[in-house]
């Protein structure tokens, strides 16, 4: 993959939540500008609780909000949604990573 000046989009059911247009492909961490979408509001919640216990190391709590995100959106690369992803929102800009696959924690 590319990455650069592609578009990402991460949705909620069919609500966008926000687009992020690549900039940077630092694999395995693509950057880019996050751009709102209308779903953006009621995910918020979601981004600020697995932002602050990361910048605190309190890595059993940001597992908890991060999984609890994660069950609700979906990200989408420009062939279709992935199977797996961190997505790191500090407006205006994003990063993230992704699994085609699901992980075997198994």
Same mark, same amino acid.
């Given at each position: 993959?590319? #990455?650069?000046?592609?578009?990402?989009?991460?949705?909620?059911?069919?609500?966008?939540?926000? &687009?992020?247009?690549?900039?940077?492909?630092?694999?395995?961490?693509?950057? *880019?500008?996050?751009?709102? *979408?209308? *779903?953006?509001?009621?995910?918020?919640?979601? #981004?600020?609780?697995?932002?602050?216990?990361?910048?605190? &190391?309190?890595?059993?709590?940001?597992?908890?909000?991060?999984?609890?995100?994660?069950e &609700?959106?979906?990200?989408h690369?420009?062939?279709?949604?992935?199977a797996? +992803?961190?997505?790191?929102?500090?407006?205006?800009?994003?990063? #993230?990573? +992704?699994?085609?696959?699901?992980?075997?924690?198994?």
């Open positions: 993959m590319a #990455f650069i000046d592609e578009t990402w989009w991460l949705r909620r059911g069919e609500e966008s939540v926000g &687009e992020i247009r690549v900039t940077e492909a630092d694999f395995p961490w693509p950057h *880019g500008d996050f751009l709102r *979408g209308p *779903g953006r509001p009621a995910a918020e919640p979601g #981004f600020t609780g697995s932002r602050r216990p990361t910048r605190s &190391e309190e890595w059993e709590q940001w597992d908890r909000a991060w999984t609890a995100l994660e &609700e959106h979906t990200l690369s420009p062939e279709g949604p992935v797996e +992803f961190l997505l790191p929102v500090e407006p205006p800009h994003a990063w #993230f990573r +992704f699994s085609e696959e699901p992980f075997d924690l198994g």
